[in-house]
């Protein structure tokens, strides 16, 4: 299948790229590089043997993002162009219903006009709010009590193509709701190498590990959990990029949702221990302050993916740990 990826020059885009090209798929990448780099192409290139077509193209761009269509006869598209930041979207929350809602609506537009019709889109758990059960599963009413701007633009682009089906019996949408992805192929060529501060646990552990920040800052531990610390269902991304390839070779027409998690919760601090014992050195930390709008806990009930698509996950967090140093150590060479 031909398959355009957006964002496929990000973290998790660049991983189903891979994933991709070793299934067998031919595969171009849009991104306008905000949150990437170019030389991933070349990374892609160095672990599949093939350096996919590349787009410096903006979605919000209309025109332009045309003119990639027009060059191409996609079958599918991968959509993980977005910004991802919880904490800046309350501080800038046009920027991102523009960048991420508009963004969406332009691919939406380009793949009616050109008659492309089946879409793997990449959400987040974020969408189910506050649930009274810690298990997430898919039949979960969405979209409330969403903690921020972020969260609600994927319930939003989750509802907008839902519309998009229903007009057309034709269209096939796999909505893949994401836990917390973490880790990064085992050649340690491609992983998360975000813009600016990062955002998220792995990325600030890697950052203490490499003496960037002398300390990681865990962030409350009063909360109900076992250890007080939060906690969460953290997903190797190879796993998670496996999901992707799987969903859409078995695409039909229609809308499916899937959660894509281990099923398993891990707390902040048995994350730090467990990196320290995978890395051999002690990682240091202190507690401080709850982060606002942090849940206590939430972890994906996997078993519909596992039922309808046959994909679950192989890997570990202590695989993730492991090859996240890996990747520290090819960065720095
Ligand atoms: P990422 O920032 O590494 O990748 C996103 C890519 O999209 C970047 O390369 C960025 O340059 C590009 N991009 C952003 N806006 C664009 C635009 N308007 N036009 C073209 N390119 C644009 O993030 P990621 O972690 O790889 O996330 C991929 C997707 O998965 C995002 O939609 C994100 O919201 C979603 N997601 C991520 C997580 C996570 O924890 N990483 C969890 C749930 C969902
Ligand atoms: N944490 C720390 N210290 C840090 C960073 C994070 O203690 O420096 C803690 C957080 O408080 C949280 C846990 O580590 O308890 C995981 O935090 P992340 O930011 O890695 O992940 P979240 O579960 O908070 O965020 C995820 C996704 C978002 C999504 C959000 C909302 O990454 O896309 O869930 O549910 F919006």
Partial sequence: ????????????????????????????????????????????EEITGVEPKFYDVDLRDAEALERVFEESDFEAVMHFAGLKAVGESVEKPLEYYENNVGGTINLLECMEAYAVKKLVFSSSATVYGVQESPEYTEEMVTGLKISSPYGRTKAMIEEIIQDVAQSDPEFEATILRYFN????????????????????????????????????????????????????????????????????????PGVKIYNLGSGKGTSVMEMVKL???????????KVVERRAGDLAEFYANPSKAERELGWKVELTVEDAMRDTLKYLQENEQ
């Fill in 1 to 44: 299948m031909k398959i355009l990826i957006t964002g496929g020059t990000g973290y998790i885009g660049s991983h189903a790229a891979v994933e991709l090209i070793t299934a067998g798929h031919e595969v171009e990448i849009l991104d306008n590089l905000c949150n990437s780099k170019r030389d991933v192409l070349g990374k892609i």
């Fill in 181 to 252: 992805p973490i880790g990064n192929h085992s050649s340690g060529l491609i992983g998360e190498d975000p813009n600016g501060t990062p955002n998220n646990l792995m990325p600030f552990i890697t950052k203490v590990a490499t003496g960037e920040i002398p300390v990681l800052a865990v962030f409350g531990n009063d909360f109900a959990t076992s250890d007080g610390t939060c906690i969460r269902d953290y997903i190797h991304v190879v796993d998670l990029a496996k999901g992707h390839v799987i969903a859409m070779e078995q695409s039909t």
């Fill in 275 to 285: 990196f320290s014992r995978v890395s051999g050195k002690n990682l240091p930390y």
